[in-house]
Antibody, heavy 123, light 107 residues
Framework: QLQLQESGPGLVKPSETLSLTCIVS??????????WGWIRQPPGKGLEWIGS???????YYNPSLKSRVTISIDTSKNQFSLKLTSVTAADTAVYYC???????????????WGQGILVTVSS | DIQMTQSPSSLSASVGDRVTITCRAS??????LNWYQQKPGKAPKLLIY???TLQSGVPSRFSGSGSGSDFTLIISSLQPEDFATYSC?????????FGQGTKLEMK
């Protein structure tokens, strides 16, 4: 059973870079059928997909954030990371790391979730 | 982007009630639709994937249906632990999007 744990600063200043890491346990990150992703949820609002990465390093991002987002993976440490640059108050949210399990070549679901980490953007 | 619209946004119901939540996609997404339940301060929990497949361990009072652009989540007999927010999610095409959520409250 996969377990995911997000880590990183809970407070980031405006215009700075938000950096989070997700450590995966209970299984290898170098596995087919899984993409490793980040989702965020602003307080009181809905869920927003940020982007995903395959263990080979292939990435795809939400176009609304693409210019500011980088997701990377370290298979030797069984972890993946998120960097979001030039943050503003609008980036304040709970950030979740989630593996997307592809049960079909074109369809997936999120079965395991990290506990989430609240990141507040404020000076 | 595919827009996912849920209705209602909030719903008051009583234990034992049958509850229906709908989700409409702005274009066809085949059956690439998942439903999640989220309780305050907790991560979402997968209930249903592929529009109608019940995730292992999820009570059978939950069911899903639909294809194309219209989908439904039904709770056949509401239990106290079911009061939560429910969100639909399309995995058809990026950027993958969620509905705004339906908050199910106790009447």
């Amino acid at each position: 059973q996969l377990q995911l744990q997000e880590s990183g600063p809970g407070l980031v200043k405006p215009s700075e870079t938000l950096s989070l890491t997700c450590i995966v346990s209970g299984g290898t990150i170098s596995i087919s059928n899984y993409y490793w992703g980040w989702i965020r949820q602003p307080p009181g609002k809905g869920l927003e997909w940020i982007g995903s990465i395959y263990y080979t390093g292939s990435t795809y991002y939400n176009p609304s954030l693409k210019s500011r987002v980088t997701i990377s993976i370290d298979t030797s440490k069984n972890q993946f990371s998120l960097k979001l640059t030039s943050v503003t108050a609008a980036d304040t949210a709970v950030y979740y790391c989630v593996p997307a399990y592809y049960y079909h070549s074109a369809a997936y679901y999120y079965d395991y979730w990290g506990q989430g980490i609240l990141v507040t953007v404020s000076s | 982007d595919i827009q996912m619209t849920q209705s209602p946004s909030s719903l008051s119901a009583s234990v034992g009630d049958r509850v229906t939540i709908t989700c409409r996609a702005s274009q066809s997404i085949n059956t690439y639709l998942n439903w999640y339940q989220q309780k305050p301060g907790k991560a979402p929990k997968l209930l249903i994937y592929a529009a109608s497949t019940l995730q292992s361990g999820v009570p059978s009072r939950f069911s899903g249906s639909g294809s194309g652009s219209d989908f439904t989540l039904i709770i056949s007999s509401l239990q106290p632990e079911d009061f939560a927010t429910y969100s639909c999610h399309q995995s058809h095409s990026a950027p993958f999007t969620f509905g705004q959520g339906t908050k199910l409250e106790m009447k």
